[in-house]
């Protein structure tokens, strides 16, 4: 039996590839799902942003911690005054030592951090009331 005049127009090696292709889309959407990419992480509270200062920046022992009221970034202190940025790059983080070199600029409660590195954006930290108190403790780093 010959296909209907309508049916006759459609190119069905197209379909096939089309359908090929949306099959394909959704093993990668799978595969991506069961690896845990994606996703939109944050730090919970101070016990994790201690331990990503840790894992970052072997050995950085945290006394006193100022986490982003959006858990996308964390402001860390040791007992020797040295600063550390914890940051969402992507859906990872990254940790940074803060160099006394650094650009601070406080407006009401958000602190930017610029490290001045190519690759990395200013962090915008929303620290609320502990906003003055960090930002002033970014005066006093000592030389690395």
Do not use: C
Not at 100 to 126: F, S, W
Request: charge should be negative; avoid cysteine.
């Amino acid at each position: 039996m010959p296909l209907p005049p309508e049916l006759a127009l459609i190119d069905w090696t197209l379909v096939g590839k089309m359908g090929g292709s949306l099959i394909g889309i959704g093993l990668l959407y799978i595969v991506a799902w069961k690896m845990g990419l994606g996703g939109d992480p944050r730090i919970a509270d101070e016990a994790e942003a201690r331990l990503l200062a840790y894992d970052g920046l072997y050995g950085f022992d945290a006394e006193d911690v100022a986490l982003d009221k959006a858990g996308m970034s964390a402001l860390l202190r040791d007992a020797a005054s040295r600063h550390a940025l914890t940051f969402r790059v992507g859906n990872r983080f990254v940790t940074r030592l803060v160099p006394n070199t650094v650009g601070a600029r406080l407006d009401q409660t958000l602190l930017t951090i610029n490290l001045h590195e190519p690759d990395l954006p200013p962090v915008i930290l929303n620290l609320g009331d502990q906003a003055q108190y960090w930002a002033s403790g970014l005066r006093h780093i000592p030389d690395a």
